[in-house]
């Protein structure tokens, strides 16, 4: 399969642990937040979203959670699974008329799960 | 429903020359983006088309550019091809574009060495 990254910090969790995975932003103006799972050799695949309106959201076996005061955002993934062994990127979206207007991502996390 | 489409999927160039890929979005999309991904960049981003309209701009130089058709399908073009232009070229499509806090769907990407 492709690498996404040769020096992607990496996380590895034995099979039915929880995972978390950590992101810090770069822009306070960033109003909307998600996170993406990239397989090897496929485009990055949406997990879940958040606004910045929100500090928790929960999905089917994952929670992202949003620290603004630190600009920091994590993905929880529960009782992770051999299938969730992946890249890990966080995203930033900067409203129009800021100083992006574009989704910027973080530089991924490689999970690694041992069954 | 069918998600994005990117043509071709594997690309061999030689310097000097330029490519055209393609994007098809998912059907009612209008916004389409472009992504460089390479492992020491990370995923960067291009540019975004809404409309048939370039609506946002990376930091990308000139050789790179793109259009917009009125099927909403994208291409975009590399011209002058440089080594260090090899990467995964990812486009996403989603219904009104960044900056609106609107979910992004990701093609498989199409792969592009530079000889």
């Known amino acids: 399969g492709e690498s996404v990254g040769l020096h992607l910090p990496t996380l590895s969790v034995q099979e039915g642990d929880n995972s978390i995975i950590n992101c810090a932003y770069s822009n306070s103006a960033s109003d909307y937040f998600i996170w993406y799972k990239q397989e090897s050799g496929k485009g990055p695949q949406f997990i879940i979203d958040?606004?910045?309106?929100?500090d928790k959201r929960q999905g089917q076996r994952v929670t992202v959670l949003l620290n603004k005061t630190v600009k920091h955002l994590s993905l929880q993934i529960a009782a992770t699974q051999p299938g969730d062994s992946a890249v890990y990127f966080c995203a930033e979206n900067a409203p129009y008329g800021g100083s992006q207007g574009n989704l910027i991502f973080g530089k991924g996390t490689k999970l690694s799960v041992k069954p | 429903k069918a998600g994005v489409t990117q043509t071709p999927r594997y690309l061999i160039k030689t310097r000097g020359q330029q490519v055209t890929l393609s994007c098809s979005p998912i059907?009612?999309?209008?916004?389409v983006s472009w992504y460089q991904q390479t492992p020491g960049q990370g995923l960067q981003f291009l540019f975004e088309?809404?409309?048939?309209?370039q609506r946002n701009k990376g930091n990308f130089p000139g050789r790179f550019s793109g259009r917009q058709f009125s099927n909403s399908r994208s291409e975009m073009n590399v011209s002058t091809l440089e080594l260090g232009d090899s990467a995964l070229y990812l486009c996403a499509s989603s219904l009104w574009g960044q900056g609106a806090a609107d979910e992004q769907y990701f093609g498989p990407g199409t792969r592009l060495t530079v000889t």
């Open positions: 958040i606004r910045s309106n929100m």
């Open positions: 059907s009612g999309h209008r916004s």
């Open positions: 088309y809404f409309s048939e309209t």
